[in-house]
């Protein structure tokens, strides 16, 4: 009876292996470095905002597209940071997270049947949220060798039903950070095919070695035809709060602020406001993160080496790949259940970033590793070990 009741879009997609390892995770009391909770202390500011909202009564509905108090700062940080220009009364929504932003952009612009280009690795939600909304996924890829974007798989999967290319700048899961180069490439890939480019850039302040973040929005031709993904989960260590933005031209911004509406009517209100706080922070406070976060990135790379493992170095975000081969285990789901167990560290197995039944990522786990440096010294001993 169960599975007559069951929509078609459902079929295959289950609860995701960063859902599952962080339960099991929490079954033996062990560090998770598989999911992005980011468990890092809020900036102050970000939580008395928010406190203070609840205890002026600021409980109700807002505006379907978000404060606009909240749009107006969201616009002044885009054209300052990213160097582009949006109206935050026709151009700015703030959606229930960054993955809010981009089911919401899915549903103004794209139709069942209709191909988008993911680059693998990508970011799961990416792809499930694409299934569920009937569209097909293509694949193009990144080399971990060398972060290096694989420009001749994007152009085996372009075809006559592309209608859109998705990136995360810089990437969860491998760490890439694209170059503009690149993002000039795939500018040109999008103006020549006609194609909207979604930008998930919510790791935008997060980039290592002096490299510098590039929003695709801001290079020649492309802000009428990208929409462009961001929030402050991972900014302010509020994943749990689900304040993220979408930036894009009116014209899709209309059809997204409905879409938003129907979905989720609008942001948490006195989080909303929480967030507009936390947008006072200085600009030091960015950098103070920033440089955490690359403390954290060589203490556990150097830890998986030592551990036997490859990582694959990220230049952005808080996640870095790495290949376990070294370490004999058959396959990632094997070695994600046989690292818990040894040493109650979770990590997500490869193949969750890679296209289903590919085997592409049968050798890799992924590793988060946005935790209190005392914490990741744990984890690190524990990796170092094995």
């Given at each position: 009876?169960?599975?007559?009741?069951?929509?078609?879009?459902?079929?295959?997609?289950?609860?995701?292996?960063?859902?599952?390892?962080?339960?099991?995770?929490?079954?033996?009391?062990?560090?998770?470095?598989?999911?992005?909770?980011?468990?890092?202390?809020?900036?102050?500011?970000?939580?008395?905002?928010?406190?203070?909202?609840?205890?002026?009564?600021?409980?109700?509905?807002?505006?379907?597209?978000?404060?606009?108090?909240?749009?107006?700062?969201?616009?002044?940080?885009?054209?300052?940071?990213?160097?582009?220009?949006?109206?935050?009364?026709?151009?700015?929504?703030?959606?229930?997270?960054?993955?809010?932003?981009?089911?919401?952009?899915?549903?103004?612009?794209?139709?069942?049947?209709?191909?988008?280009?993911?680059?693998?690795?990508?970011?799961?939600?990416?792809?499930?949220?694409?299934?569920?909304?009937?569209?097909?996924?293509?694949?193009?890829?990144?080399?971990?060798?060398?972060?290096?974007?694989?420009?001749?798989?994007?152009?085996?999967?372009?075809?006559?039903?592309?209608?859109?290319?998705?990136?995360?700048?810089?990437?969860?899961?491998?760490?890439?950070?694209?170059?503009?180069?690149?993002?000039?490439?795939?500018?040109?890939?999008?103006?020549?095919?006609?194609?909207?480019?979604?930008?998930?850039?919510?790791y935008e302040y997060i980039a290592f070695d002096g490299r510098k973040h590039v929003s695709a929005a801001k290079l020649p031709g492309l802000r009428e035809r990208t929409l462009t993904l961001g929030g402050y989960s991972k900014t302010f260590s509020v994943t749990g709060w689900r304040i993220g933005y979408l930036a894009?031209?009116?014209?899709?911004?209309?059809?997204?602020?409905?879409?938003?509406?129907?979905?989720?009517?609008?942001?948490?209100?006195?989080?909303?406001?929480?967030?507009?706080?936390?947008?006072?922070?200085?600009?030091?406070?960015?950098?103070?993160?920033?440089?955490?976060?690359?403390?954290?990135?060589?203490?556990?790379?150097?830890?998986?080496?030592?551990?036997?493992?490859?990582?694959?170095?990220?230049?952005?975000?808080?996640?870095?790949?790495?290949?376990?081969?070294?370490?004999?285990?058959?396959?990632?789901?094997?070695?994600?259940?046989?690292?818990?167990?040894?040493?109650?560290?979770?990590?997500?197995?490869?193949?969750?970033?890679?296209?289903?039944?590919?085997?592409?990522?049968?050798?890799?786990?992924?590793?988060?590793?946005?935790?209190?440096?005392?914490?990741?010294?744990?984890?690190?001993?524990?990796?170092?070990?094995?």
């Amino acid at each position: 009876m169960s599975e007559r009741f069951a929509a078609k879009r459902m079929q295959g997609l289950v609860q995701s292996d960063i859902r599952r390892l962080t339960i099991e995770c929490d079954k033996v009391g062990g560090i998770n470095l598989g999911q992005g909770i980011c468990d890092m202390p809020t900036h102050p500011l970000v939580k008395q905002g928010a406190i203070d909202a609840i205890n002026n009564g600021k409980a109700i509905y807002t505006h379907a597209m978000g404060l606009i108090e909240l749009r107006r700062k969201i616009a002044d940080k885009i054209k300052a940071f990213n160097g582009v220009s949006y109206d935050p009364e026709t151009e700015l929504c703030v959606t229930v997270g960054s993955t809010g932003a981009f089911a919401i952009g899915v549903m103004a612009t794209l139709d069942p049947g209709d191909e988008v280009i993911l680059i693998e690795p990508f970011y799961g939600y990416h792809l499930n949220t694409l299934i569920m909304a009937g569209i097909t996924p293509k694949y193009a890829h990144v080399d971990l060798k060398t972060l290096a974007l694989d420009r001749a798989s994007v152009e085996r999967a372009v075809s006559s039903k592309n209608r859109a290319i998705v990136i995360c700048n810089p990437c969860n899961p491998a760490g890439v950070l694209f170059s503009e180069a690149d993002l000039k490439w795939l500018g040109d890939i999008a103006i020549k095919h006609d194609l909207l480019i979604f930008a998930d850039e919510i790791y935008e302040y997060i980039a290592f070695d002096g490299r510098k973040h590039v929003s695709a929005a801001k290079l020649p031709g492309l802000r009428e035809r990208t929409l462009t993904l961001g929030g402050y989960s991972k900014t302010f260590s509020v994943t749990g709060w689900r304040i993220g933005y979408l930036a894009a031209p009116a014209a899709i911004m209309k059809r997204a602020a409905v879409a938003n509406d129907l979905l989720y009517v609008c942001a948490p209100h006195p989080l909303q406001r929480g967030v507009l706080a936390g947008l006072d922070a200085p600009a030091s406070y960015y950098e103070d993160v920033r440089a955490e976060y690359e403390r954290g990135r060589n203490m556990i790379c150097a830890a998986l080496e030592k551990g036997g493992f490859k990582p694959y170095a990220p230049q952005g975000s808080y996640y870095v790949m790495a290949d376990f081969s070294k370490l004999g285990w058959t396959d990632d789901q094997t070695a994600s259940r046989e690292l818990l167990a040894r040493t109650k560290i979770a990590a997500i197995p490869g193949g969750a970033f890679y296209e289903p039944g590919s085997r592409r990522g049968e050798k890799l786990l992924r590793f988060c590793f946005a935790k209190p440096l005392d914490v990741l010294a744990e984890a690190c001993q524990r990796l170092e070990k094995l």
